[in-house]
């Protein structure tokens, strides 16, 4: 679960909390006021002017979140799917986004990888594997900049490493298997793979999380976070079967209706940080008068009724 508290505003000294959320809401008035046209497509990175505003406006310097995918191979070592790109295999363990760069209390993680057989190896500058010499021929991958203490939105992460050859293994697990060791634990925000589907008539939509709603066709991935991330808003999924199977999609604090199950919830983000790319919510009462709700890469096109943007990764 997510590792929250008061020390969230550590994370970004540089701007008060009560300026930051003010800064927040004149940056997404402004956007609304650039309104693209109906079907016009959105799914295309925002404007690097406005990533770098929203990057300020968040945590008060220039930056960005970059991903790591991590998933459980077939054999006994594990792998990284993908650092700072999309991953195709939605079979991921862990989906994590840290920044790129120092911001607040944070420390550099390093990953590096080898062949024969293929795995992965993670140090901090404070957290080593002896002998580091079996590092000197591994190729680093990347680094991203995690915190080393619990804020607002993060989810704490375990590294942990065997032997025998060496490889590490990042698990959400207070405890994995006995062959494991700690080594160490960062905090990040934890983020989920959703799908957006259509029924096999072509006349409903839906959001899906993991296997769910197969059966349906799906249109494309998305990512996005578990928990409340600085910048972000509420995404809850509601479903009801009567007399047919559809969707609903509200913002913020869950308002229950009669009728209407929720799913799941997830988190989306407000503004454009580097990235993301921009989608649509859109409502409408057809066919036949039924109300349902859907996540689009275009603006709508009647009668469907656009209700809010929604910046999420690529999956």
């Avoid at 800064?23 to 997404?28: K, P, S, V």
């Amino acid at each position: 679960g997510g590792a929250g508290g008061g020390a969230g505003d550590d994370a970004y000294p540089t701007i008060d909390a009560a300026d930051k959320r003010t800064a927040l809401e004149r940056f997404i008035e402004e956007r609304k006021k650039l309104n693209p046209k109906a079907g016009e497509i959105l799914c295309i990175p925002a404007r690097p002017a406005d990533q770098e505003l929203a990057a300020l406006t968040l945590f008060g310097q220039p930056g960005r979140l970059v991903p790591l995918y991590i998933k459980q191979t077939d054999g006994p070592y594990r792998s990284v799917c993908a650092f700072d790109a999309p991953c195709g295999d939605e079979r991921q363990d862990v989906r994590l986004f840290a920044f790129d760069r120092q911001i607040g209390a944070s420390t550099e993680i390093v990953i590096y990888t080898d062949d024969a057989p293929r795995r992965y190896g993670l140090l901090t500058e404070y957290a080593r594997v002896e002998p580091v010499r079996d590092y000197l021929e591994w190729d680093v991958v990347g680094s991203l900049f995690a915190s080393y203490a619990p804020r607002a939105g993060m989810t704490r992460f375990n590294v942990v490493y065997a032997h025998s050859p060496y490889r590490s293994l990042i698990t959400k697990e207070a405890q994995a298997s006995a062959i494991w060791k700690p080594h160490f634990s960062f905090y990040a925000y934890d983020a989920e793979r959703f799908s957006v589907r259509v029924s096999p008539d072509g006349g409903f939509y839906g959001v899906s999380l993991g296997r769910s709603l197969e059966d349906w066709r799906a249109l494309f991935h998305f990512v996005a976070f578990t928990e409340q991330v600085p910048g972000t808003t509420r995404v809850n999924v509601m479903e009801r079967h009567d007399p047919v199977r559809r969707f609903k999609i509200s913002l913020g604090n869950i308002a229950t209706r009669a009728g209407w199950t929720v799913l799941f919830s997830f988190y989306a983000l407000e503004v454009p940080l580097p990235g993301t790319t921009k989608l649509s919510l859109q409502q409408c009462h057809e066919p036949e008068g039924y109300e349902q709700c859907r996540i689009s890469q275009h603006m709508p096109i009647k009668p469907w009724r656009h209700s809010a943007y929604l910046y999420t990764y690529d999956a």
